[in-house]
Nanobody, 126 residues
Framework: QVQLVESGGGLVQAGGSLRLSCVAS????????MGWFRQAPGKEREFVAA????????YYGDSVKGRFTISRDIAKNTLYLQMNSLNVDDTAVYYC???????????????????WGQGTQVTVSS
């Protein structure tokens, strides 16, 4: 089993920044893609960003392009999400997710991911 543990969430004022981290542990598997999703109360889960673990190619949801940056530290088995220029619409629970190399399909589809973290709350106040 693979465990994903997020951290770094919290309360921040609009215009501020936060950096989320996600540490992966457990059995070794061929990790293909890792991503961040979020879900606000009463809303569907939304794709935020993804990164191809080995090559480093990145993908972003339209609502966060230019403000958020996804990155990873392969040696530390850690995924990051740097969030700048936060606004109240960014308030949500943020989830880290991972999928194996064997998974095909678009990285924006949450159902294509094999493992999920427990989530970390991000609240942006106006």
């Amino acid at each position: 089993q693979v465990q994903l543990v997020e951290s770094g969430g919290g309360l921040v004022q609009a215009g501020g920044s936060l950096r989320l981290s996600c540490v992966a542990s457990g059995r070794t598997y061929s990790r293909g893609t890792m991503g961040w999703f979020r879900q606000a109360p009463g809303k569907e889960r939304e794709f935020v960003a993804a990164i191809i673990w080995s090559g480093g190619s990145t993908y972003y949801g339209d609502s966060v392009k230019g403000r958020f940056t996804i990155s990873r530290d392969i040696a530390k088995n850690t995924l990051y999400l740097q969030m700048n220029s936060l606004n109240v619409d960014d308030t949500a629970v943020y989830y880290c997710a991972a999928r194996s190399l064997l998974r095909l399909g678009s990285v924006v589809v949450g159902e294509s991911y094999d493992y999920w973290g427990q989530g970390t709350q991000v609240t942006v106040s106006s």
